[in-house]
């Protein structure tokens, strides 16, 4: 055997000691998801829709029961759970040899394109842009204990999102990160937020600081790769801004009512687009109360699946008493643009039935003020997340509230 022949083996046996063996004992690690299966949303006036709606109601309190247990039971595995990004006398952790190895393997210095602004950043505003090396930054985002979010960085740089029930929770710098434990805390003095009625709320202006995200601009670049739904089952990625916390029911408020309406911070505004390019607006009233519209066939994208998509979800105030929602998709640029409107709505005050429930002026009121916090929430989705941006934005003047 001559000495080329010797250094070639060699070189092979280094590298299968080197890397693929480690490689295989860290791959081994990776958990299994479970598919949950939920239901999708609609609606109308008649008798047989409120039936829907309430039966809807219903598997949506149960699912949001069964999350919040996950949760819990999340919070009591954190101590052990965080012995995975400790270095314990030199030994490295899976979570630490991952990352190693995707030093090697991993494409250096992705670039992040110039997201296409439709209104202007505000001055001085918050803004918040994703990650894409490390998006469990701890600084606007921390989603550590969900182990459906950021399992795997691809090797375009986006991140995989596994099928759960997962919520992306995205905070104001200023605000920092506010777990929804905070505000379920026994010692009330110690929560950041003082204010659970509407009307005071209104008066306010936010639900945490002058800071908090208001008028806002999300991006959310992302790529669909498989729904448990079937076909006219759709259901969505969506959107969420304004609220503060989903972290209370209101069937539990009712077993401890000498306590804050908790679950009023749960009021909110969702942009969607659904497993099949449809696109509709709902209302939060309060953790968990819908109002929702129908999808209509004529307010659609096309097929999503496997295709890089830019979807814009956009909230503004017009004036004190009513507000505005869209919805811009680029389906055809991969989020470059040009982005088009394709939805629009205007809450002038007029929608929902049940925000008194919560202090509201009447049962319609717009929820106008602010929140520290953008959620992107998904059920039974599969997706790659490319790139995500938050911006405080300069909002158009409206001539009038003509929808």
């Not at 989603?143 to 104001?172: A, C, K």
């Not at 503004?316 to 640029?333: C, F, G, Q, R």
Request: glycine letters at 6%; charged letters at 25%.
């Amino acid at each position: 055997m001559n000495s080329y022949s010797s250094e070639i083996i060699i070189f092979l046996l280094f590298f299968i000691f080197i890397f693929l063996i480690p490689l295989n004992i860290v791959g081994s690690i990776d958990p299994n998801y479970h598919l949950l299966y939920i239901y999708a949303q609609s609606s109308n006036n008649n008798k047989q829709d409120k039936e829907i709606k309430e039966n809807i109601l219903d598997n949506e309190t149960k699912m949001e029961q069964n999350i919040n247990n996950n949760n819990n039971n999340n919070d009591k595995k954190k101590d052990n759970s965080n012995k995975d990004y400790k270095n314990v006398k030199g030994i490295y952790s899976a979570a630490q040899l991952k990352e190693f190895y995707r030093s090697y393997f991993y494409p250096q210095g992705i670039k992040q394109i110039d997201i296409p602004k439709v209104y202007e950043t505000k001055p001085n505003g918050e803004t918040y842009r994703f990650n894409i090396s490390n998006p469990n930054g701890l600084v606007q985002v921390d989603e550590r204990e969900n182990e459906n979010v950021f399992t795997q960085q691809n090797l375009d740089g986006s991140w995989r999102i596994d099928y759960g029930n997962p919520r992306l929770d995205i905070h104001t710098k200023d605000g920092g990160i506010i777990p929804d434990k905070a505000f379920l805390e026994e010692n009330l003095s110690k929560n950041p937020v003082k204010l659970w009625n509407f009307s005071e709320l209104k008066e306010q202006g936010y639900w945490y600081k002058p800071s908090d995200w208001t008028n806002v601009e999300v991006t959310l670049i992302f790529k669909l790769l498989d729904s448990s739904r079937g076909k006219d089952e759709q259901h969505s990625v969506s959107i969420v801004t304004r609220s503060i916390t989903h972290a209370q029911l209101d069937n539990e408020y009712k077993k401890s009512s000498d306590k804050p309406q908790f679950f009023c911070g749960g009021s909110s505004y969702h942009n969607n687009i659904s497993n099949e390019g449809q696109i509709r607006m709902k209302k939060e009233q309060f953790h968990i109360d819908y109002e929702w519209e129908r999808y209509n066939e004529s307010l659609t994208v096309g097929n999503i699946y496997d295709k890089k998509i830019g979807f814009k979800g956009i909230v503004y105030n017009i004036n004190d008493t009513a507000v505005k929602l869209e919805s811009w998709v680029d389906t055809e640029n991969e989020g470059k643009g040009p982005y088009k409107k394709v939805h629009e709505l205007i809450d002038k005050g007029d929608w929902g039935d049940n925000m008194k429930k919560c202090g509201a002026e009447t049962d319609t009121q717009a929820i106008t003020w602010g929140s520290p916090e953008v959620i992107i929430k998904t059920n039974d989705f599969k997706f790659d997340i490319h790139d995500i941006e938050v911006r405080e934005i300069i909002p158009p003047i409206q001539n009038d509230l003509a929808s």
